[in-house]
């Protein structure tokens, strides 16, 4: 048997295991980001998925601050109060001749737009956890599209790794087979079973990358087991076409929502620091006569000492504390919006050079070598390092479409609104 036949041979085998694929990978459902995003809570879904551990707390911690509203729009209650006099003495006082009693109803009446105040205090509260309520949705959308991404990834570097297993196993038995009718030195059995032993080691970092990436993001929505397998074909993640640092941005309005929160606290501060009269009106009655008598009076705390100044003094530097942290959230919004606009551009053209240019053109220089080699014309080394660059422009595309796709799910979260 001629040389070149035995390298065809070889080589047509080789190609077969390369073309491999797992029919039962395929024949599992996968999941989807859309069914990712659903199970997460993010977008409805036509089946009702469980509460998301991550969602009720702000969700909570929204219903809160609105009964906070409810109550701070109550007034304070009327006081009831009932006193006996004179029981029990001695002398004219003995028993209860000399008794009176005293049946009285007072209520306190807020002043210095106490009320108003409060109200006003509470709504901004409430539109702050509203809206870091919507935040938080934002940041759950933003995690799940990620570890979507790296999940995917995952499962197409556990492709990759399991294709280079495949070949380099063929390309031990070519070798084999190659050193036992002396087409080749024994050194070159040696080198391919190396190849294998490293490929194999490299899968099994695959799968256990794959399972940790499965596990991340099923951990999302509250799951203590893996995800189902997710594909290894990148999902198109579009982010916002234009993306403006505008006042709508999410991360700005609920800066700004706490500021306004702290500037209406001082208002309510203030006015806690105007005494509130009580006005009260009862009835007597002399048990000695057995006469009646009504009465009325009024009490005011004195605001000698305490005007509520320290409370005041307090609100007023948490205000000059969110006014900079709203500054603080507008340039720094700024400019991860821009960052993240350059770097998803640059990483889409990545993907675009790699996808178009870089790996047809591995796969026709592998092409070609396996063409020489079947004519005697390259060794087996040579089909080898053609595939090895082939595979590595595969793994920078896998991370190119990866970084992509993190990128993408940023300028989302930056666009949120």
Avoid at 234 to 243: D, G, H, M, Q
Avoid at 386 to 397: F, N, S, Y
Wanted: charged content about 25%.
């Amino acid at each position: 048997m001629s040389a070149i036949h035995w390298r065809g041979v070889l080589l047509g085998g080789l190609f077969l295991a390369a073309q491999a694929t797992t029919v039962a990978a395929q024949e599992r459902e996968l999941l989807t980001l859309e069914a990712a995003l659903a199970r997460a809570g993010i977008v409805d879904s036509a089946d009702e998925p469980p509460e998301n551990p991550r969602l009720i707390g702000p969700r909570a911690e929204a219903d809160a601050a609105r009964a906070l509203v409810d109550q701070a729009r109550l007034r304070p209650n009327p006081e009831i109060a009932f006193e006996a006099e004179n029981i029990a003495g001695s002398g004219a006082f003995s028993g209860l001749q000399a008794t009176e009693y005293t049946l009285s109803l007072s209520q306190r009446l807020e002043l210095g737009g106490k009320r108003g105040a409060r109200v006003r205090a509470a709504q901004a509260e409430a539109r702050v956890a509203t809206l870091s309520g919507a935040l938080s949705v934002a940041q759950l959308g933003r995690s799940v599209r990620e570890r979507y991404v790296e999940a995917v990834a995952a499962a197409a570097r556990l492709e990759l790794a399991r294709d280079i297993v495949e070949r380099n196993r063929e390309l031990a038995r070519i070798a084999g087979v190659l050193v036992d009718v002396g087409r080749e030195p024994p050194l070159r059995s040696l080198r391919a079973e190396a190849a294998l032993a490293e490929a194999l080691a490299e899968l099994e970092a695959a799968l256990a990358a794959d399972s940790t990436a499965r596990n991340a993001l099923a951990a999302l929505w509250g799951e203590a087991t893996p995800a189902t397998d997710v594909p290894s074909v990148f999902p198109e993640i579009e982010p916002p076409a234009t993306l403006l640092a505008s006042p709508s941005a999410l991360r700005l309005q609920v800066a700004r929502a706490e500021r306004e929160a702290a500037d209406a606290a001082i208002a309510r501060e203030r006015s806690l620091g105007i005494p509130d009269p009580a006005i009260s009106a009862g009835v007597r009655r002399f048990e000695e006569s057995r006469d009646q008598a009504f009465l009325v009076g009024v009490s005011i705390p004195l605001p000698l000492r305490n005007r509520n100044q320290g409370n005041i003094a307090a609100a007023e530097a948490r205000l000059r504390a969110a006014t900079a942290r709203e500054a603080i959230a507008r340039t720094d919004f700024e400019l991860e919006v821009t960052q993240a606009r350059g770097q998803f551009l640059a990483a889409e053209a990545r993907v675009e050079t790699l996808a178009e240019t870089s790996l047809p053109q591995a796969e026709e220089a592998l092409r070609l070598v396996r063409i020489g080699y079947r004519n005697g014309r390259f060794p087996l080394i040579e089909v080898l390092a053609a595939a090895e660059a082939r595979d590595t422009i595969r793994e920078a595309l896998i991370q190119a479409q990866e970084d992509r796709g993190r990128l993408a799910a940023t300028l989302i979260w930056l666009g949120a609104q």
